[in-house]
């Protein structure tokens, strides 16, 4: 799914509002999550990557920058690993509505939706006396793949 022409220009319109403006290195950065479409993750060094290939001439240090500008523009959403490392995927409004099961192995990840774990944490907050913001359960465990090549099946439990 492309987003609408009308997000560079409100981009465009956040970014001079904060002193700075739209590069090139920015737009495309931008281009390339609505062009993949919500839902999918990408590490700093996949985004690096796939505009390498493109011919885009961007450093792996802007694609670090532009990421966080993104994030903190709310136009990304990072999703930081237990292990450190982070992937973003584009926002949407759904955003809170899902969660991610991550394989501690590879790094894929997969999103899913759970009402039960929407009401948990509503329930935990409420408990707690918690004005609840968002809820999101990060799940790490071992995809199909690198399970069978470490001798294990999927879980059933």
Same mark, same amino acid.
Request: glycine share 10%; net charge negative.
């Given at each position: 799914?492309? &987003?609408?022409?009308?997000?560079?220009? $409100? #981009?465009?319109?956040? /970014?001079?509002g904060?002193?700075?403006?739209?590069?090139?290195?920015? *737009?495309?950065? @931008? %281009?390339?999550?609505?062009?993949?479409?919500?839902g999918?993750? #990408?590490?700093?060094?996949?985004?690096?990557? *796939? &505009?390498?290939?493109?011919? =885009? +001439?961007?450093?792996?240090?802007?694609?670090?920058?532009? /990421?966080? @500008? /993104?994030?903190?523009m709310?136009l @990304?959403?990072?999703?930081?690993?237990p292990?450190?490392? +982070?992937?973003?995927?584009?926002? $949407?409004?759904?955003?809170?509505?899902?969660?991610? @099961?991550?394989? =501690?192995v590879c790094? +894929?990840?997969?999103?899913?939706?759970?009402?039960?774990?929407? %009401?948990?944490? =509503? $329930?935990?907050? $409420?408990?707690q006396?918690?004005?609840?913001?968002?809820?999101? #359960?990060?799940? +790490?465990?071992?995809?199909?793949?690198?399970?069978? /090549?470490?001798?294990?099946?999927?879980?059933?439990?």
């Amino acid at each position: 799914m492309h &987003l609408p022409v009308a997000v560079s220009g $409100n #981009l465009r319109q956040d /970014l001079h509002g904060r002193g700075q403006r739209l590069t090139p290195q920015r *737009q495309r950065v @931008l %281009d390339l999550f609505e062009r993949i479409g919500a839902g999918h993750h #990408l590490s700093a060094e996949d985004v690096h990557q *796939q &505009l390498l290939k493109g011919d =885009a +001439r961007v450093s792996l240090a802007t694609v670090y920058r532009t /990421l966080r @500008l /993104l994030t903190s523009m709310d136009l @990304l959403h990072e999703l930081e690993l237990p292990e450190g490392s +982070r992937r973003f995927e584009l926002s $949407n409004a759904e955003d809170d509505e899902h969660h991610h @099961l991550v394989c =501690a192995v590879c790094g +894929r990840t997969e999103e899913f939706e759970s009402q039960a774990v929407l %009401d948990a944490g =509503a $329930n935990a907050a $409420n408990l707690q006396g918690f004005m609840l913001l968002s809820s999101r #359960l990060t799940v +790490r465990g071992l995809c199909p793949s690198c399970a069978a /090549l470490q001798g294990g099946g999927s879980s059933g439990s």
